[in-house]
């Protein structure tokens, strides 16, 4: 197989370079784009892209060569003019609008476009219209199909697209992220097939964790149930009115690591045969058996995927776990273990940049594992 022209935005950590080295394909790393300057920080230290730009709404997407692939993550954000029929009008101020710019300039033989799940029904499905209105009218389909309706404008792509979760390839990561696939010449494709998932969350925590990680007495008495109310499972959280989720320590499914997100649950692992933290913690749902997951939001027990979880970027209680009598937050290696990352990868990145940081990059990483399993797709492997 020839050398492979790769070029990414939103380029966080490098998911799709790490993958297709992970494959032994020859690739050419022509850009990186990042405008985070942390992420960069980490890039730098994994991956050797020829050029590394800042910003991708101020690149002059000409100098680029024709790229044989293309990856973006790009953030989702409503059209202002979306179900106009505008085309590229619909999409100006977003960032996708610089994506599709660089598309139409560059056309680069393939390209890989992923988002939150949640794209499919932003704006009441209007922003997912358009973007595949503007990559695939103008002689393109979607899914093998082509549109009933057209704009002038668009890429005239074969777009595939589909949601693909990473505890179907290898990670136990609960992770559903819509993958749009496209290609400049029409060919079939299929996404890769589910498989079995061999990994439990346990076989990627770390052995030995430092002290600083675990909580201190003083903040696990902000954790324990008010014994004067029974109207939270949880009560108030460090008495700051938020909430957690509990969790058994031998789950199998990690749930879902993202960024920013600072109203979602926090995710505490607990080993339920505990008397003690039964008395604190559970003392409300006696019906939850050792093994099972409980979302304390909305007070619901689940038996086999747990639900989302979060990876704030500062808080002192990131993903906590409940081990050796004791409870303490993931660690940013395991988060990093837990996109697909391997250990000498993480080093490197720790070596430039603190944990917080190694929290929020592995937070907004697309799974390598998912990448692997994609490429050999498209490239037959």
């Given amino acids: 197989m020839e050398t492979i022209k790769l070029g990414t935005d939103f380029s966080g950590i490098g998911s799709p370079e ?26 730098n230290e994994l991956h050797n892209p020829t050029t590394m730009y800042e910003d991708i709404t101020t690149r002059n997407h000409s100098e680029v060569p024709q790229l044989d692939l293309y ?41 890989v476009l992923e988002n939150v799940k949640g794209l499919l029904s932003h704006d009441n499905g209007r922003t997912y219209q358009t973007i595949t209105d503007v990559l695939t009218n103008g002689g393109g389909t979607l899914n093998g199909q082509i549109g009933l ?35 400049k010449e029409f060919r079939e494709f299929r996404f890769p097939k589910k498989m079995e998932l061999k990994l439990r ?12 990680y675990y909580l201190s007495e003083k903040m696990i008495e902000g954790f324990t149930l008010s014994r004067n109310n029974n109207t939270d499972i949880v009560g108030d959280l460090n008495k700051g009115g938020e909430r957690g989720v509990v969790y058994n320590e031998d789950c199998s499914i990690m749930s879902c690591l993202t960024a920013t997100d600072y109203k979602q649950p926090k995710q505490i692992l607990v080993n339920t045969n505990n008397k003690r933290v039964n008395q604190n913690f559970l003392s409300h749902i006696e019906d939850l058996e050792d093994g099972d997951f409980m979302d ?8 086999e995927v747990i639900p989302t ?24 290696l395991e988060c990093w273990r837990l996109q697909g990352y391997t250990d000498e990868q993480f080093n490197k990145a720790q070596k430039v940049n603190s944990d917080s940081q190694l929290y929020k990059q592995a937070g907004n990483s ?16």
Avoid: W
């Fill in 71 to 111: 990856v973006a993550g790009f953030p989702c954000q409503s059209f202002s003019l979306a179900g106009k029929r505008g085309g590229f009008e619909d999409t100006r101020g977003t960032l996708f609008f610089n994506v599709a710019e660089f598309i139409k300039e560059n056309q680069p033989k393939c390209f």
């Fill in 366 to 381: 697309i799974t390598v594992d998912v990448m692997v399993e994609l490429f050999k797709t498209i490239y037959d492997i």
């Fill in 309 to 332: 979880m979060t990876c704030r970027i500062s808080a002192s209680h990131n993903y906590h776990i409940y081990k050796t009598n004791r409870i303490r937050r993931l660690t940013p």
């Fill in 149 to 183: 309706d057209s704009i002038d404008n668009g890429l005239g792509y074969h777009v595939y697209a589909q949601v693909l979760n990473s505890k179907d390839y290898g990670i136990p990561q609960n992770r559903e992220r819509i993958f749009l696939v496209g290609f």
């Fill in 201 to 212: 969350l346990k076989d990627l925590l770390e052995q030995e964790v430092d002290v600083k």
């Fill in 296 to 303: 304390s939001y909305n007070q619901t027990i689940h038996k």
């Fill in 18 to 43: 790490s993958a297709l080295k992970r494959l032994g394909l020859d690739i050419d790393e022509v850009f990186a784009c990042e405008i985070d300057k942390f992420a960069r920080a980490s890039f």
